[in-house]
């Protein structure tokens, strides 16, 4: 439903329209994104170079839809300020904790080859009715991360099949293996995270007030988990299992994380 001011500016719900405009930030990412791709694609400049900004780039890029599904969901589940605080404009700046949202996401990427999860948009949990419209809001980043690992996965297969550099399609393996690990990470029952916002509204009062004592500690609980050399192990076996299954090549998305750290040739 849509209507507008007597000579103004439309509206959506009572929303402006400007609020679901993407942002020029989020613009430029995507337009980054396919201009590093064109460069590495055609071999131009340094190669290593451009499969870091096609990468790098291409994963902000999910970041911002990871966390426009979380927004778009919560509004149309009840909650319409998400709206003015500029959560569906795809503008990474405007989330509530950029360095864990974007700087810390990337430098793990970037460090250890890692999809990590970050908690970015705020989402009002009282104008929402009803325990699985909040399952539904918290499953809807995860369940971005698991379509764009399918989608890159068939281009890797379909792709390599039809020729194109080698570094090309590394970078695609590797945003490929970067999203399959997202999507493990966001979907482990860690309370603060989206597996864990997903089951707690359906826990009992003591259990939910016991999850809500964790939840701003999510994140450090789930560096622990991983730090951890046997549960560690169990994430990585479970992550390259499900690769080697879907068809995506170990030895592809390797060689992309190897290009990537191009400050090491």
């Known amino acids: 439903m849509a209507y507008d001011r007597p000579g103004g500016e439309g509206l959506v719900l009572g929303v ?21 791709g064109v460069l590495t694609w055609n071999g131009y400049g ?12 291409g994963w902000l890029v999910s970041l911002c839809l990871h966390e426009y599904a979380h927004a778009v969901v919560a509004y149309r589940a009840g909650d ?15 989330y509530t904790h950029p360095l864990l949202s974007i700087v810390l996401p990337v430098v793990v990427v970037l460090l250890g080859g ?9 989402v009002d949990r009282h104008a929402i009715p009803g325990r699985l419209r909040h399952t539904l ?5 995860p369940a971005t ?35 399959l690990t997202a999507s493990v990470l966001n979907l482990l029952p860690v ?29 450090i609980l789930l560096f622990a988990l991983l730090w951890n050399p046997r549960i560690g192990g169990w994430f990585f ?20 994380l190897e290009l990537i750290r191009f400050w090491q040739s």
């Not at 400007?18 to 980054?32: D, E, K, N, T």
């Not at 340094?46 to 780039?57: C, E, K, Q, Y």
């Not at 989206?194 to 701003?216: E, H, S, T």
């Open 80 to 94: 319409r300020d998400i709206a003015h605080r500029g959560y569906l404009t795809l503008n990474p700046l405007k």
């Open 114 to 122: 890692i999809g990590l999860p970050g908690g970015a948009v705020w």
């Open 46 to 57: 340094s190669v290593r170079f451009n499969v870091f900004l096609f990468v790098v780039s």
């Open 137 to 141: 809001v918290s499953l809807a980043g």
């Open 145 to 179: 991360n698991v379509l764009f690992t399918l989608v890159l996965v068939a281009a890797v297969r379909f792709g390599t099949q039809s020729g194109g550099p080698l570094e090309f399609w590394a970078g695609v393996a590797l945003l490929a293996f970067l999203q």
């Open 191 to 219: 309370p603060g995270l989206d597996g864990g916002n997903m089951i707690q509204p359906w826990l009992n009062p003591q259990w939910r007030k016991m999850y809500d004592l964790f939840a701003p500690y999510g994140f």
């Open 16 to 36: 402006p329209r400007a609020a679901f405009r993407p942002s020029p930030v989020f613009l430029g990412l995507v337009a980054l994104f396919a201009v590093s």
């Open 237 to 256: 076996d479970a992550v390259f299992a499900v690769g080697d299954l879907l068809g995506l090549p170990s030895w592809l998305y390797a060689t992309g």
